[in-house]
């Protein structure tokens, strides 16, 4: 991220310019419902379910505008996305009720909502045409890197403020960062960093479609850049990687056999006799789920389900299964690597299955798996996958699986705990 001097800089420079001035009040930052409206205005999304279909055939129109290169397009500066945007739950107590959760604490579902629609409009800021009221650019969540958590407390009664920019570009992707600080007893404090990669695509989100080139200023700004570039790197090796296609390393497959010997009966000379040891719940035993019928209510501004609704969805059903698990209230330490494979459709039945996936000490792993099921042709297709690290109070039990789907599945969810305490050591 870029320093606070800087960002405080550029955002003074968003406020004054054409592409974010209908944002702003009187020199200050937009608050939520403001980057919602905006988003809006940027591709001419009807805020009535029933003018959708007329705003999708304007949307195609705007193909012409698409650029064939990427050298067509002019480079942009970090300072050009620059964006700060507030979440006055200190100051409009009515917004609060939105966002309070049972323990007097903030909905991070929520949370997740706002960052969403954060990202998104960073990376329109970064490809904004002055010269058009509306952008041709279908900029669509492909992946949320990482969140990492500094403050467990969130206050529902206190400001929060949410800064972030463009650190890194391709062709057809980018990836921006966000934080999210609060103010309590008079200064603000960190909440949390965000990393989300976005897509761009064509009016009618059918291919791909470039976007501005992004331009390093100073060493400070050749560091972030840099650092997208590592993070870039990092999850193709994490894709190739990935057990779905590899087998475990030879580490990873002598866990397995541990796990698989110290569930067998002693007793009886069989494979399938199986005991579950002390302290210990089987994975088939750690799973819960739900089911969401899709209405236009929660549609984004390209009349599909809005990705931060379904981030919302499985996080709270996330947190749900490690509170049932673990038997007490469990904070959000980490989510990492939630991967959005398919858009999710107005009218879809979207069914949701988490899983404790692996425990270690006073920690939980739960991952989420959302699918769609057509009715018509009892087809199921994957549209995203969660990932979710939880802290409790107490020690928890060990998670054990029983086939070899599960045991893909513990060691899955040991990588990331593992790489979530690697990176905030």
């Known amino acids: 991220m870029l320093s606070p001097r800087v960002l405080k800089s550029a955002s003074s420079l968003m406020c004054r310019g054409f592409s974010m001035g209908q944002m702003c009040r009187q020199g200050k930052a937009p608050d939520m419902a403001e980057v919602r409206n905006r988003l809006r205005e940027i591709v001419g999304a009807s805020t009535n379910w029933k003018d959708h279909k007329q705003a999708l055939t304007e949307r195609a129109s705007l193909s012409q505008y698409l650029a064939q290169s990427q050298d067509e397009l002019p480079a942009k500066t970090m300072k050009d996305s620059a964006i700060e945007a507030h979440l006055p739950l200190g ?51 492909a992946l949320v ?40 007893n008079g200064a603000y404090t960190d909440v949390l960093d965000a990393t989300f990669v976005m897509v761009a695509r064509d009016p009618e989100n059918k291919r791909a479609a470039f976007i501005n080139p ?16 590592i993070n870039k790197k990092r999850r193709v090796e994490l894709s190739t990687a990935s057990l779905l296609k590899v087998a475990p390393t030879a580490e990873e497959r002598t866990l397995v056999h541990n796990l698989f010997l110290n569930t067998l009966d002693t007793r009886r000379v069989s494979f399938h006799s199986r005991i579950l040891p002390p302290n210990s719940v089987w994975m088939e035993d750690a799973k819960l789920k ?62 949701l299955s988490s899983q404790v996936c692996y425990t270690e000490g006073m920690h939980v792993q739960v991952r989420v798996h959302t699918e769609v099921l057509d009715p018509l042709t009892r087809q199921h297709s994957t549209t995203n996958v969660f990932h979710f690290t939880f802290h409790v109070e107490k020690e928890v039990p060990s998670v054990v699986p029983q086939s070899y789907g599960e ?19």
């Open 91 to 141: 100051t409009q107590p009515a917004l609060r009720e939105k966002y309070l959760n049972y323990h007097n604490s903030v909905r991070f579902g929520r949370i997740l909502e706002d960052l969403d629609s954060l990202a998104v409009l960073i990376c329109y800021s970064h490809t904004w045409n002055k010269e058009l009221t509306r952008s041709p650019l279908s900029i669509v969540t």
């Open 145 to 184: 890197d990482k969140i990492d958590m500094r403050k467990n407390i969130i206050y529902p009664d206190c400001d929060i403020k949410f800064t972030g920019h463009v650190t890194w570009v391709g062709k057809t992707s980018i990836e921006a960062k966000m934080h999210m600080s609060q103010y309590h």
């Open 214 to 229: 992004l331009i390093p200023e100073g060493p400070e700004e050749e560091a972030i850049f840099q650092q997208g570039e």
């Open 290 to 351: 739900g089911l969401e019928i899709c209405h236009p209510q929660e549609r984004n501004i390209f009349n599909r389900i809005f990705g931060g609704f379904l981030m919302r969805k499985a996080y709270e059903l996330g947190r749900a299964n490690a509170c049932a698990f673990a038997g007490c209230r469990p904070t959000v330490v980490a989510v990492d690597d939630i991967l959005f494979q398919k858009p999710v459709e107005i009218g879809s039945l979207l069914m």
């Open 407 to 425: 045991s893909m599945l513990y060691l899955d969810g040991k990588r990331h705990f593992d790489e979530t305490m690697r990176t905030q050591s």
